[in-house]
């Protein structure tokens, strides 16, 4: 089994700044790509960033300049800082890999870090 652990979410005020963090484990033979999502309420999931195990990275236009993904691949950990948070981030933010074990190879989410920016 895989699991994806995150943390570092909580209230900020607007213009604040907050560090996700999301931590694999398990039978991990390598992890390819890693990921973050968010979801508000009554929206879908959506992408926030990723990023490759050879270090590139995409973003949503939204998020563009404002945050930064990055990962430790001796953690097996994906990192979202995430500066100048406006009240349009307040989420659910959930991380997700694409991680190759013994047997095949399979996407995995974590369980979701509450992300909230309100005065």
């Known amino acids: 089994q895989v699991q994806l652990v995150e943390s570092g979410g909580g209230l900020v005020q607007p213009g604040g700044s907050l560090r996700l963090s999301c931590a694999a484990s398990g039978r991990i033979s390598s992890i390819n790509a890693m990921g973050w999502y968010r979801q508000a309420p009554g929206k879908a999931r959506e992408l926030v960033a990723g990023?490759?195990?050879?270090?590139?990275?995409n973003y949503a236009d939204s998020v563009k300049g404002r945050f930064t993904i990055s990962r430790d691949n001796a953690k097996n950990t994906v990192y979202l800082q995430m500066n100048s948070l406006k009240p349009e981030d307040t989420a659910v933010f959930y991380c997700n890999a694409d991680v190759t074990v013994l047997w095949g190879r399979r996407l995995y989410w974590g369980q979701g870090t509450q992300v909230t920016v309100s005065s």
């Open positions: 990023i490759t195990s050879g270090g590139s990275t």
